[in-house]
């Protein structure tokens, strides 16, 4: 029997739907493949031996996620810990098929960033079949040819959200089915994955329970679901569980739950809250170009009128979710969607974590949802702006694609990603710090010690400058110098961790003679930070010259 002509040209067009919103991002950013390590994959790929060693797999399921790095033993604990074992595990997998060179980390994020296209795409064919495919098409490229986003597909260890979203989206299509078995077992695996992927998912959950209620407005064609406490329990039972046995794994691995560090912090994020979600809107909507942030040093400047907006914005997005609750309900499901999943990123910019894209991954899908159904809404209401309406995520797109085919290179090397940094905010002190670590990391004291110095200056409360700045004086004999930063970190930290660093600094910049003097700043040293391996390797040098 022939397929009738319709069913062969529906088909035609999906698969086009869904080449177009898998190909096109992957060709833009096809030159990811000429980048190396940047930022913390230096790390974790680099430097650090835990992925290259398949003994270590069962950890993922009880470590922190900073057990990967070579960093771990630094730091200690970290100020807010990540329990991720999920993309601890394609790590693995990456480093069995490649090792330490990048092309097979590269793959992976490309394949992740492609599965969430073509999930998003899935998502609007069931959400909203009437817009015209080219539309719904354009709006996954929307998310896929963004040039925020590409923090979290282009840079390899932006990757927890990609796995977080692809899960979710998962989860959420297969709760918008038939109500069955197979469909619950889909939602809870794909909540525990995402959960297991970025601890954000958890904000994300909510929506997957009541998309087959709040959602299903935009389309005749999903299962009727009709709000009442059984069925409303039945969809709610699988993302419950899957909760339950992440917060079980969660708080085994890292002794408690791990959230912020005190209430100052929490009142502080949330005084940037309206900022934050202002912010998220610009970047994810329209076409700019990418630079790596801080959203610490970035909000710490603004004016009240600049907060004054961002609380109109908020408000004037409220009120849009509202007034179209029932002509437009995925309007309001997406803001809800965008809003409530960037609101964790707020923790993010009370401390110096730069970043932004990759926390935008995930509540950008709210946006495409959201415009989707205002879309559909809008060209219902107003037929003669259809044309208008419907091509404008194509225009996006194409102006987008450019911009993000420029992120991709910034993410080469970290001088390149350091200096477009220090281009954009030359008065903000990490953009000087940063650069002047790579280079100290890369042997190139000379060119680190002026920008470490000038960090300093900038940010005096930042330990790290200081302390390369020291061990980069050591490093080209400039030992006064050197002499002189240790006492002033000293001053400046004592009583913390971060007093051992200046305390070593002073003592291998003494001479012989003052044996005594260096065996009391390395015993002070041992005191103030037990164990360190440098201070203790130092102690007994001095202890067996004068023996």
């Known amino acids: 029997m022939s397929v009738p002509v319709t069913g062969r040209v529906a088909r035609r067009a999906r698969r086009m739907e869904y080449a177009c919103v898998t190909l096109l991002p992957a060709l833009v950013t096809a030159g990811r493949f000429w980048n190396g390590f940047v930022f913390d994959d230096v790390y974790v790929i680099t430097n650090g031996t835990f992925i290259h060693d398949s003994a270590n797999l069962p950890l993922v399921f009880t470590r922190h996620a900073m057990v990967a790095s070579s960093l771990d033993q630094a730091v200690g604990h970290p100020p807010l810990d990540t329990y991720r074992p999920v993309p601890l595990l394609t790590f693995f997998w990456d480093a069995w098929l490649s090792g330490q060179r990048p092309w097979a980390y590269h793959l992976t994020n490309m394949v992740l960033h492609a599965v969430c296209c073509a999930l998003l795409l899935a998502l609007l064919r069931r959400l909203v079949p009437r817009l015209p495919s080219v539309t719904r ?78 959602a299903r407005g935009e389309c005749d064609a999903l299962p009727e679901q009709r709000l009442s406490w059984r069925s409303f329990g039945a ?35 949330l005084s940037h809250l309206p900022v934050l979600w202002a912010d998220g809107l610009y970047r994810a909507l329209v076409p700019g170009g990418y630079v790596l942030r801080s959203l610490r040093d970035d ?42 999943t960037l609101s964790p ?39 003669a702006l259809r044309r208008v309406a419907l091509g404008l995520p194509v225009l996006v797109c194409l102006l987008s694609a450019p911009l993000l085919a420029f992120a991709t290179t910034v993410y080469h ?40 110095a000038h960090a300093d200056q900038l940010d005096s409360t930042d330990a790290r400058y200081l302390t390369s700045l020291g061990h980069c004086l050591v490093e080209t004999h400039q030992f ?62 001095a202890r067996a010259l004068r023996g």
């Open 299 to 340: 909000y710490a400047g603004l004016g009240v009128s600049v907060v004054a907006l961002s609380v109109l914005v908020c408000i004037g997005g409220v009120t849009l979710g509202t007034m179209s609750r029932r002509r437009a309900p995925l309007v309001g499901f997406g803001l809800a969607w965008f809003a409530f």
């Open 480 to 541: 006064d110098a050197a002499l002189a930063v240790g006492r002033e970190g000293e001053r400046r930290f004592r009583d913390t961790r971060q007093e051992a660093a200046f305390l070593f600094i002073q003592a291998v910049c003494l001479p012989p003679p003052e044996l005594d003097r260096i065996e009391q700043l390395l015993t002070r040293c041992l005191v103030v930070y037990p164990g360190r391996q440098d201070c203790a390797d130092a102690l007994d040098q």
């Open 345 to 383: 990123v707020a923790l993010i910019s009370t401390v110096l974590w730069p970043g932004f894209g990759r926390y935008l991954y995930l509540p950008t899908v709210g946006l495409v949802l959201a415009l989707a159904g205002g879309l559909e809404a809008l060209v219902a209401l107003r037929p």
């Open 137 to 214: 098409a354009a709006l996954a490229c929307m998310f896929g040819l963004s040039p925020w986003l590409s923090e979290a597909h282009v840079w390899i260890n932006g990757r927890s959200d990609p796995l977080m979203t692809s899960f979710l989206l998962l989860a959420t299509w297969a709760a918008l089915t038939k109500p069955t078995l197979r469909s619950r077992a889909a939602v809870f695996g794909g909540c525990l994955l995402a959960l297991l992927a970025k601890e954000v998912a958890v904000l994300a959950l909510p929506f997957v329970v009541l998309a087959p209620f709040w």
């Open 413 to 452: 090397d970290d001088e390149g990603l350091y200096l477009e940094a220090l281009a954009r905010a030359p008065e903000q002190a990490w953009t000087h710090g940063f650069l002047g670590l790579h280079y100290r990391r890369e042997g190139e004291c000379q060119r680190a010690i002026p920008l470490l």
């Open 235 to 269: 969809v709610l039972l699988s993302p419950t569980l899957a909760l339950l046995v992440y917060l079980g794994m969660r708080m085994a691995a890292l002794r408690g739950l791990r959230t912020h560090d005190d209430g100052a912090q929490l009142l502080a994020a």
